[in-house]
T-cell receptor
Framework: KAGVTQTPRYLIKTRGQQVTLSCSPI?????VSWYQQTPGQGLQFLFE???????NKGNFPGRFSGRQFSNSRSEMNVSTLELGDSALYLC????????????FGPGTRLTVL | KNEVEQSPQNLTAQEGEFITINCSYS?????LHWLQQHPGGGIVSLFM???GKKKHGRLIATINIQEKHSSLHITASHPRDSAVYIC?????????FGAGTILRVKS
């Protein structure tokens, strides 16, 4: 069974731009969660989608948004990028995050200049 | 007050040693995850538990709901166990992460 894939793996943007990251979950997994990891704040929960609906959201500004498609693939978007958005963005999929192990993708390393 | 406290922050062990990493959390949880992150960023979920004890190979995770405490044990440690170990309690639908324990196992 193929693992969780994320594209792109590396991305460089400038302040003010927007970015879209993609996550393809393991086949059969309906829950996709997004996380941000920075050296200063560690891992933080962004949001979770389940069956195309945002089920949970962390404490991030509205510039961070996401969506999930009918095939469970998910995208997250960050608008008006700031330097502090430079981070590793990880997605994880599970059958249901509340009851099952999550499987993490390799992450997208975003650098904002 | 941090919702999740992990200890120790850094740990260096000799190959073969028994290792314990501790995690304390502040309020009731629905489940707790233990994650492993190797250099380069890849994260592997080791355990998800809500009570008792789970074992997988040389890894054992325990949780005491009343004491709000969980431990991750590694028996017969090996240099390939060198990684960051992160505990992540789930409060309702919110997943909160500890700061992580950096483990280095020397041969």
């Amino acid at each position: 069974k193929a693992g969780v894939t994320q594209t792109p793996r590396y991305l460089i943007k400038t302040r003010g731009q927007q970015v879209t990251l993609s996550c393809s979950p393991i086949s059969g997994h309906r829950s996709v969660s997004w996380y941000q990891q920075t050296p200063g704040q560690g891992l933080q929960f962004l949001f979770e989608y389940f069956s195309e609906t945002q089920r949970n959201k962390g404490n991030f500004p509205g510039r961070f948004s996401g969506r999930q498609f009918s095939n469970s693939r998910s995208e997250m978007n960050v608008s008006t990028l700031e330097l502090g958005d430079s981070a590793l963005y990880l997605c994880a999929s599970s059958v249901d995050r509340n009851t099952d192990t999550q499987y993490f993708g390799p992450g997208t390393r975003l650098t904002v200049l | 007050k941090n919702e999740v406290e992990q200890s120790p922050q850094n740990l260096t062990a000799q190959e073969g040693e028994f290792i314990t990493i501790n995690c304390s959390y502040s309020v009731g949880i629905s489940a707790l995850h233990w994650l492993q992150q190797h250099p380069g960023g890849g994260i592997v979920s080791l355990f998800m538990l809500s009570s008792g004890k789970k074992k997988h190979g040389r890894l054992i995770a325990t949780i005491n709901i009343q004491e709000k405490h969980s431990s991750l044990h590694i028996t017969a440690s090996h240099p390939r166990d060198s990684a960051v170990y992160i505990c992540a309690p789930t409060y309702g639908n919110k997943l909160v992460f500890g700061a992580g324990t950096i483990l280095r196992v020397k041969s």
